[in-house]
């Protein structure tokens, strides 16, 4: 407690600008932290077509783990969609080919024939 002969001791108005910006800044600069380097690009995270298999992200949050050739996804994998949608199945020239299970993010699946990329036949 102050007394009444006491005053109250000068803050400087550039502090209390730096306080302010640092303020309005930390959440900003702590937002940027948290995303990983691996989310802002396109890329693999770990393998690679050279090692035969891997995991592929897209910057939209799109992930793909499993086979890949001659640059391309190629043999089984797992193609994970950002809306909650699942692939499981073989995959050929990048595209969904052969047998395979479509897992929809609502519950329902559809298990049966893929042809470059979309279902063929019926499930």
């Not at 890329?43 to 910057?59: A, D, N, P, V």
């Amino acid at each position: 407690m102050m007394r009444p002969s006491q005053t109250m001791p000068e803050i400087s108005p550039m502090r209390d600008r730096l306080l302010l910006i640092a303020a309005i800044a930390a959440p900003l600069i702590l937002a940027f932290m948290a995303v990983p380097a691996e989310a802002a690009e396109n890329g693999w995270l770990r393998g690679s077509c050279e090692s035969g298999s891997g995991i592929y992200r897209w910057s939209d949050g799109n992930r793909y783990e499993g086979g890949c050739r001659n640059n391309s996804f190629e043999g089984r994998g797992t193609l994970y969609l950002n809306n909650g949608d699942r692939y499981e199945g073989s995959f050929s020239r990048d595209a969904k080919n052969g047998s395979g299970t479509y897992h929809f993010a609502n519950g329902y699946r559809f298990e049966g024939q893929f042809r470059n990329g979309k279902r063929n036949g019926r499930g």
